[in-house]
Structure formats: C-alpha cells, structure tokens
C-alpha cells in the first residue's frame, strides 16, 4: 500500500510478525553530485553502476534508490532503472 503526496511516500513493509512504516523524504536522501563527466555533474547510480547526467529527475530517482538501498535494506543488485518498455511488449 502506497501514499503519495508532495511532502513524501509514505511505504507500509511487512515484516513476519511486525508492520512498519517507513517514509521518503527527498530532503533526507538527496545524493550529492560528487563526480564531474568533462564539466557536467553526475551521480554514481548504485543501481546501473555507472555515471548519470544530474537532472532533477535523475536526483529524484536517485535520491528513492539510496532509501531502497538503506531504508529498506533492499540490495542494489535487485534494483533496475530505466528498464525499456520493449521488454514487456506481449509477442
């Protein structure tokens, strides 16, 4: 079960015998832009494992990675982004 609002993404976890309910905050799980392409500002995606453009969707993408990775303790290798939609076209 999912909340959205502009403040943040309330996400409700279940554990075996405990429900918990953690919060996004974008403020909170901004990554900092740390490593320059030529002269342009990237992220280190943890997901793809390589340098991304920092736009404000890729902050914001970034930004819900690294609470999936820390909040949730979902691990960065079972995360996709950018996954292309021809991937799920039915045949």
């Known amino acids: ?5 502009t403040n943040a993404v309330t996400t409700r976890t ?5 429900h918990r309910t953690t919060a996004f905050s974008l403020s909170k799980h901004r990554r900092s832009a ?3 392409r030529g002269e342009q500002p990237c992220y ?10 920092q736009t404000s969707e890729e902050e914001v993408r970034q930004a819900f990675i690294h609470f999936l990775i ?3 303790g979902i691990p ?3 995360i996709e982004a ?9 045949r």
């Open 44 to 53: 280190e995606c943890q997901a793809r494992k390589k340098l991304i453009l």
């Open 34 to 36: 740390v490593y320059r």
């Open 70 to 72: 820390t909040e949730l």
């Open 14 to 18: 279940s554990n075996l015998a405990t």
């Open 82 to 90: 950018e996954v292309p939609m021809a991937r799920f076209l039915q």
């Open 76 to 78: 960065a290798e079972c």
């Open 1 to 5: 079960m999912s909340l959205i609002n």
